[in-house]
């Protein structure tokens, strides 16, 4: 059990750690960020493995 809670852990953006944002990519955040603010919901989709994930990790940075 411990074990999965360590594994989880890098997951948690509550605790005040840093998250490792990988490759900062402006273009792409400034183009996203212009469609928050309103309470439709989003959906990014791409290729497996192609930074989906981190776009947004940089965005709630």
Do not use: A, H
Request: no cysteine.
């Amino acid at each position: 059990m411990f074990d999965l809670f360590t594994s989880l852990k890098k997951y948690n953006f509550w605790d005040k750690t840093p998250v490792n944002l990988g490759f900062i990519r402006e273009s792409y955040l400034e183009k996203i960020i212009k469609f928050t603010g309103n309470r439709l919901i989003k959906v990014l989709v791409g290729q497996r493995r192609s930074g989906k994930s981190y776009i947004l990790r940089q965005i709630m940075n």
